[in-house]
């Protein structure tokens, strides 16, 4: 094999992509991802030994975050920024063993490997990759901790951008990282999963708190998903600041400014309604993204991953930001934490308006806060049997026409049931025309991805409220759609608090060992998803 990938739920027939990505990165780009992990391998044995005698060490900390976020899912597919990367890397973990590397007990290759040019370092890329670990257990437990350290990474640099950082997080990051390279028994690997749930719930209220604090708390909130007559820039991703930044530059500049995707639930925010350019929504989920730039007209600014590979029809107007880098696309640096959109701005004057693709408005803004401000009459609409069940569809959308089952759920689901939702799979449903009960809808949206933190808030109130003693006594049902690797961290986290007979579709993931997916059924009921009509019944006989 040139390659082998299973990171994300479009692996090659369920398996692993061996020639090129699902996602559209080349061989070169997989294993020079690959390397870069290799190497912050290195650095995180080290990192640990040194934070026995000191703090964890913030700027390495910050380091492992940001490389293991350039390498999830569609976030960069720059040879060149990868290069540098694993330069960087290597610049630190050889600073850390002139320190401490007589004091580590391990021989793992990470800490030797002393390229002598980059020439060097394919040929070692294809050394370092998943199948080097030989046992098919050993090696689903280490991916599928490492899957979520990913996930984890990712939520830590969106609070990080906000000021917001842990160094018990930090700290995680190297820990998870070193187990990878040690002899651990299955049972400590299982545990070291756990705790990487307990970590992601952590980290996923530290951005919840950064979000909250710097923009206030989600209210709900009619979005506007037509288009208006001025030239127009699009945003998507996940980073507020980025928005943020943009919504200041272009005031007064007879430009409107768009989201698009997983940046919707920015309309929920009050400092951004503040902003009367932030015109709507354009578009649906990240998979649509080629299509519905292309209809777009103006510059897009894609913040974090999600990016598709780019066609021509918009090359020459997307710009990436952040971890983001795709080859031939131009790249905003940061400077000192701000970030200059003039280039962004000036394209944008001279292009003409989106075009219409559809017309209405949606509403979210269902977070935690606002959802425990309606609590009364949520839970007397349980007490009244006027809602009989809250089935929790979150998580990921992705291209495969099996996604279809998730519309197909919120069709059928009966009435007497309200969808709790985070993240771009909200787009499968969050259109139709469901309803409400009582004045409450049944879809409530609770922001992006990381927002899966919301629902888990609301559904330990909720246990609360009704003084149960176990979460899964509840009338909440889970049934979750995966694609990437933050969704593996909010999976993990889910099973840390509890959770069980969590549903994932459309697949269960390629990198779950037929042993481990046992270990996972037995202990926690995880399940597929199977027919719309057969979930639905087994939701409702619960």
């Not at 930090?170 to 049972?187: H, I, M, P, Q, R």
């Not at 993931?509 to 059924?521: C, T």
Request: hydrophobic share 40%; with cysteine; aromatic share 8%.
């Amino acid at each position: 094999m040139s390659m082998f990938c299973y990171q994300c739920q479009e692996a090659l027939n369920n398996t692993g992509c061996t020639v090129s990505g699902a996602c559209g990165k080349t061989t070169e780009t997989a294993n020079l991802q690959d390397l870069l992990l290799f190497v912050n391998k290195g650095i995180s044995i080290l990192a640990m030994e040194q934070s026995k005698t000191t703090p964890f060490p913030r700027d390495i900390g910050q380091f492992i975050t940001r490389s293991l976020f350039s390498t999830i899912t569609n976030a960069n597919f720059d040879d060149e920024r990868f290069n540098i990367l694993i330069d960087e890397a290597l610049y630190i973990r050889n600073n850390l063993k002139e320190k401490y590397g007589s004091k580590v007990d391990s021989d793992h290759p990470s800490l030797t490997w002393l390229p002598k040019s980059r020439d060097e370092y394919l040929e070692q890329a294809t050394q370092v990759g998943i199948m080097t670990t030989e046992n098919e257990d050993m090696r689903s437990l280490r991916e599928l901790l490492t899957y979520g350290i990913k996930g984890i990474a990712a939520y830590a640099h969106h609070a990080q951008i906000l000021g917001y950082e842990s160094l018990n997080v930090y700290n995680f990051l190297a820990e998870g990282l070193a187990a990878t390279t040690k002899n651990l028994s299955v049972d400590d690997m299982v545990a070291m999963n756990l705790k990487a749930g307990e970590i992601a719930v952590e980290t996923m209220a530290l951005l919840d708190k950064a979000n909250t604090e710097t923009y206030g708390n989600p209210e709900i909130s009619k979005v506007n998903i037509g288009v208006g007559k001025k030239p127009g820039i699009l945003v998507s991703g996940h980073d507020l600041k980025d928005l943020e930044q943009l919504l200041e530059q272009t005031a007064d500049k007879g430009i409107d400014v768009y989201t698009h995707s997983e940046m919707l639930p920015a309309h929920y925010y009050p400092l951004f309604k503040k902003h009367s350019h932030l015109y709507g929504n354009y578009g649906n989920a990240w998979w649509e993204q080629s299509r519905e730039f292309t209809s777009f007209n103006g510059p897009i600014v894609m913040t974090t991953n999600c990016i598709t590979p780019v066609k021509k029809a918009y090359q020459d107007r997307i710009f990436t930001s952040g971890v983001v880098g795709y080859n031939n696309v131009k790249h905003i640096p940061e400077v000192d934490g701000k970030k200059d959109f003039s280039q962004v701005i000036a394209l944008a004057q001279k292009c003409p308006p989106p075009s219409e693709i559809e017309t209405g408005e949606i509403v979210g803004g269902f977070a935690h806060n606002q959802v425990l401000a309606l609590a009364d009459k949520v839970v007397g609409a349980v007490k009244s049997g006027a809602i009989k069940k809250f089935v929790v569809m979150a998580g990921c959308d992705g291209q495969q026409s099996e996604r279809e089952y998730f519309t197909n759920v919120a069709k059928e689901l009966p009435k007497d049931t309200v969808i709790l939702t985070a993240g771009c799979a909200k787009y499968r449903y969050n259109k139709l025309d469901l309803g409400d009960i009582d004045g409450i809808p049944r879809v409530l949206d609770a922001g992006q991805c990381n927002d899966c933190y919301s629902l888990a808030v609301i559904a330990l109130k909720l246990k609360e409220v009704f003084k149960l003693e176990d979460i899964n006594d509840l009338p909440i049902e889970f049934d979750i759609g995966w694609y990437e690797q933050k969704a593996v961290a909010v999976l993990l986290g889910l099973l840390h608090l509890g959770i069980k007979g969590v549903r994932l579709g459309p697949t269960l993931p390629a990198f779950l060992s037929p042993n481990v997916l046992q270990v996972l059924i037995e202990n926690f009921n995880v399940k597929g998803t199977s027919t719309a009509s057969e979930d639905i019944a087994d939701m409702m006989s619960n």
